[in-house]
């Protein structure tokens, strides 16, 4: 696996951050933990770096609380459309039996209708031909 090497600089001191990802990768989780150190920092009114960093670790942590609580969210909800979708197949296979059932009754009823059309028409001619005699 090839590593990158990335100079940055995180609140006002520069790093070297390897890894096994690309610079703009590196360079974006940068940015992210820089925005939460000045943005802790700027609350806590401190230039005491340990507690920065400790209040935005616990942003972070909280944050990542957070996104695993939606992530658990979407899961269950994923769960219930499974469910659902899977209920609509079932319902979606019964109604194409019924479909397949009711068009095999169609035709066998056609099938008689033309039966009986048949057996008319034929005892019609023969009526006809006794009136005519």
Same mark, same amino acid.
């Given at each position: 696996?090839?590593?990158?090497?990335?100079?940055?600089?995180? =609140?006002?001191?520069?790093?070297?951050? *390897?890894?096994?990802?690309?610079?703009?990768?590196?360079? &974006?989780?940068?940015?992210?933990?820089?925005?939460? /150190?000045?943005?802790?920092?700027?609350?806590?009114?401190?230039? %005491? !770096?340990? =507690?920065? &960093?400790?209040? $935005? $670790? /616990? %942003?972070?942590?909280?944050? =990542?609380?957070?996104?695993?609580?939606?992530?658990? !969210?979407?899961?269950?909800?994923?769960?219930?459309?499974?469910? &659902?979708? +899977?209920? *609509?197949?079932?319902?979606? &296979?019964?109604?194409?039996?019924?479909? +397949?059932?009711?068009?095999?009754?169609?035709?066998?009823?056609?099938?008689?209708? %033309?039966?009986? =059309?048949? /057996?008319?028409?034929?005892?019609?001619?023969?009526?006809?031909?006794?009136?005519?005699?």
């Amino acid at each position: 696996m090839e590593y990158t090497r990335v100079t940055v600089n995180i =609140m006002g001191n520069e790093y070297v951050i *390897k890894g096994p990802y690309t610079e703009d990768y590196i360079r &974006a989780i940068v940015e992210y933990v820089d925005e939460r /150190l000045k943005e802790a920092s700027s609350k806590l009114n401190t230039y %005491n !770096q340990v =507690m920065i &960093a400790i209040m $935005a $670790a /616990l %942003n972070i942590g909280e944050e =990542m609380f957070k996104l695993g609580d939606y992530l658990n !969210q979407l899961e269950e909800e994923k769960e219930l459309l499974k469910k &659902a979708l +899977e209920e *609509k197949d079932r319902e979606i &296979a019964e109604l194409k039996e019924r479909l +397949e059932r009711n068009a095999i009754l169609l035709d066998e009823t056609k099938r008689e209708l %033309n039966e009986l =059309m048949r /057996l008319f028409d034929g005892r019609r001619e023969n009526n006809y031909r006794i009136k005519n005699r």
